[in-house]
T-cell receptor, first 117, second 115 residues
């Protein structure tokens, strides 16, 4: 089955630091990748949709300049949290879709726990 | 916009018993897809089962089955012969047609399995 590798799994850093999270599809090329944010005991909230070679589409209320998404290749998408602050602490999860067929399930990375001090 | 509602924040079941998790959704589309995902304490999202709206037959995956009622916009998950490893958060999710691949998640149901 499809495998998604997400790194790092846990990061702790000081306020004001920028943090980059990588999401890789290991066994096929992903045309579309998704970034979610999950607060404790809450559901996944879609932040943005990342299409290879084009600009990401952000959900309403998500700051584009705060959360930079780069989908430079069909196997790699990155999320950079710029000038992170304690309120950015959360669990971030990436996922990808194998194609444009809607019945194909999304495959998720294992997530990144971000803690900003 | 589509919405997904899971009305049971928490459920519990005895090991080997059966439990049903509820999910309702709202959409104006006729063709769409529904999913149940499991998130154990490790927080990895694991696909449990999926259902195409155009199929009348309820999906089944081993001990997991769904009761899909399209007219009522209901998509419940039944877990038979519950095991300790079934303990997790369960999320119901909706995905529409028309090129939109977004998953819309419910708020989740925390399932506890008692030995």
């Amino acid at each position: 089955g499809a495998v998604v590798s997400q790194h790092p799994s846990w990061v702790i850093c000081k306020s004001g630091t920028s943090v980059k999270i990588e999401c890789r599809s290991l066994d096929f090329q992903a045309t579309t990748m998704f970034w979610y944010r999950q607060f404790p005991k809450q559901s996944l909230m879609l932040m943005a949709t990342s299409n290879e070679g084009s600009k990401a589409t952000y959900e309403q209320g998500v700051e584009k300049d705060k959360f930079l998404i780069n989908h430079a290749s069909l196997t790699l998408s990155t999320l950079t949290v710029t000038s992170a602050h304690p309120e950015d602490s959360s669990f971030y999860i990436c996922s990808f879709s194998k194609g444009t067929v809607s019945n194909q399930p999304q495959h998720f990375g294992d997530g990144t726990r971000l803690s900003i001090l | 916009a589509q919405t997904v509602t899971q009305s049971q924040p928490e459920m519990s079941v005895q090991e080997a018993e059966t439990v049903t998790l509820s999910c309702t959704y709202d959409t104006s589309e006729s063709d769409y897809y529904l999913f149940w995902y499991k998130q154990p304490p490790s927080r990895q999202m694991i696909l449990v089962i999926r259902q195409e709206a155009y199929k009348q037959q309820n999906a089944t995956e081993n001990r997991f089955s769904v009761n899909f009622q399209k007219a009522a916009k209901s998509f419940s998950l039944k877990i038979s012969d519950s095991q300790l490893g079934d303990a997790a958060m369960y999320f119901c999710a909706y995905r529409g047609q028309g090129g939109s691949e977004k998953l819309v998640f419910g708020k989740g149901t925390k399932l506890t399995v008692n030995p």
